[in-house]
T-cell receptor
Framework: QKEVEQNSGPLSVPEGAIASLNCTYS??????FFWYRQYSGKSPELIMF????GDKEDGRFTAQLNKASQYVSLLIRDSQPSDSATYLC?????????FGKGTRLHILP | EAGVAQSPRYKIIEKRQSVAFWCNPI?????LYWYQQILGQGPKLLIQ????????DSQLPKDRFSAERLKGVDSTLKIQPAKLEDSAVYLC???????????FGQGTRLTVV
């Protein structure tokens, strides 16, 4: 089992709809969870982080964490064409950060 | 606040040549990472420094790759000799501590021909 798993996609979502991105991880000792957005040819940029079970909202973005199920997700409400990118899930514990391979999201105009 | 600086942005070399990349992290960030990102894949950690000490280099091909972070600030990553499969983007990132969010530089795109 890979340490951080994401569906590679592409995930196609109509403009204005909710995009749901999922990530599972294998290490129960993981403490911090991050979502990065990466546009083609650009570096990853942090959009959300979450440390505790439950939901965390920031504008159109909501991160959800369920440590018992070892599952973290990112919801994007009112999807815009500018949200089209690859979304990387990252999981960390002291002295180690692991990235998933990313999910390509395509917002359909 | 200045971001993570990397140079060069692009590099083309022939196989078996050597190449070096430089990274200057965000001021005050103790943790520095070098990642390799092959097209279509997520970043793969090559080496992680905590101040000037190596924390994790388990995925660094040590027969050809080396990295150092003298004085616990900027860092260099070297490949010698390069292989075709080393063609990738090399990303440097830094974080305040080892478990906090990482901030990335713009990366160096390496092409080995």
């Amino acid at each position: 089992q890979k340490e951080v798993e994401q569906n590679s996609g592409p995930l196609s979502v109509p403009e204005g709809a909710i995009a749901s991105l999922n990530c599972t991880y294998s290490d129960r000792g993981s403490q911090s969870f991050f979502w990065y957005r990466q546009y083609s040819g650009k570096s990853p940029e942090l959009i959300m982080f979450i440390y505790s079970n439950g939901d965390k909202e920031d504008g159109r973005f909501t991160a959800q964490l369920n440590k018992a199920s070892q599952y973290v997700s990112l919801l994007i409400r009112d999807s815009q064409p500018s949200d089209s990118a690859t979304y990387l899930c990252s999981v960390s514990r002291p002295y180690k950060i692991i990235f998933g391979k990313g999910t390509r999201l395509h917002i359909l105009p | 606040e200045a971001g993570v600086a990397q140079s060069p942005r692009y590099k083309i070399i022939e196989k078996r040549q050597s190449v070096a990349f430089w990274c200057n992290p965000i001021s005050g960030h103790a943790t520095l990472y070098w990642y390799q990102q092959i097209l279509g894949q997520g970043p793969k950690l090559l080496i992680q420094f905590q101040n000037n000490g190596v924390v994790d280099d388990s995925q660094l091909p040590k027969d050809r790759f080396s990295a150092e972070r003298l004085k616990g600030v900027d860092s260099t990553l070297k490949i010698q000799p390069a292989k075709l499969e080393d063609s990738a983007v090399y990303l440097c990132a830094s974080s305040l501590e080892s478990h906090t969010e990482a901030f990335f530089g713009q990366g160096t795109r390496l092409t080995v021909v």
